[in-house]
């Protein structure tokens, strides 16, 4: 199989403060993860793609500067929410793929009070 | 992103019986799509994958259909259980891999 973790699973902060978000792949490799935002009962969207040794790609929409993508290694990539607003809450999801096969970490619940 | 869709947000199936949830796509380039299963509050896990040079697969209790004339997937859950209830979503592939969800369907199954 593969597994992908996230750390934390929850995390609550103030307005303004900087939270980072782990994602791991633990039992292979990924040169390529993906990180993903889902709001309350609506589907997952794709907000970039983190490429190992080169610099993320975002989707339309989404601000790099706010959003930071780090993918240091082959098995770990982050996502820090800078100075984060009530508006940024949201679950946050990762992925990593596998023979095509995309294997998604448990979700990271963010609230910015 | 690409546009991929389902046509119902919601199904009640009573314990038992067999569900089918649907779902639309629009890049007529994705090679392989898959079904993914979403319970509250936990990432998606994996339930069966279709490549477009196949019509149908079949796994334990699960089938995906593929319809690439028009555009069409579904998902057949045979002799659907309260297990079973969760949140569905179709994916597409494009080349590097990124994964374009759909919108959801909420499955409820009625013990």
């Known amino acids: 199989g593969a597994v992908v973790s996230q750390h934390p699973s929850r995390v609550i902060c103030k307005s303004g403060t900087s939270v980072k978000i782990e994602c791991r792949s633990l039992?292979?490799?990924?040169?390529?993860m993906f990180w993903y935002r889902q709001f309350p009962k609506k589907s997952l969207m794709l907000m970039a793609t983190?490429?190992?040794?080169?610099?993320?790609?975002?989707e339309q929409g989404v601000e790099k500067d706010k959003f930071l993508i780090n993918h240091a290694s082959l098995t770990l990539s982050t996502l820090t929410v800078t100075s984060a607003h009530p508006e940024d809450s949201s679950f946050y999801i990762c992925?990593?793929?596998?023979?095509?096969?995309?294997?998604f970490g448990p979700g990271t619940r963010l609230t910015v009070l | 992103g690409e546009s991929v869709g389902l046509h119902l947000p919601t199904l009640s199936v009573q314990e038992g019986d067999n569900s089918i949830i649907n779902c639309a796509y629009s890049?007529?380039?994705?090679?392989?799509f898959i079904w993914y299963k979403q319970e509250s509050g936990k990432g998606p896990q994996f339930i069966i994958d279709?490549?477009?040079?196949?019509d149908k697969r079949q796994g334990q209790r699960v089938t995906v259909l593929l319809n690439k004339t028009v555009k069409h997937l579904s998902l057949q859950i045979a002799a659907t259980q309260p297990g079973d209830s969760a949140v569905y979503f179709c994916?597409?592939?494009?080349?590097?891999?990124?994964?374009?969800f759909g919108t959801g369907t909420s499955l409820t199954v009625i013990p």
């Open positions: 983190s490429n190992e040794g080169s610099k993320a790609t975002y």
């Open positions: 279709i490549r477009s040079n196949m």
């Open positions: 890049n007529s380039a994705s090679d392989y």
């Open positions: 039992d292979f490799q990924a040169t390529t």
């Open positions: 992925s990593a793929s596998k023979a095509h096969r995309g294997y």
């Open positions: 994916a597409e592939t494009l080349p590097g891999n990124q994964f374009y």
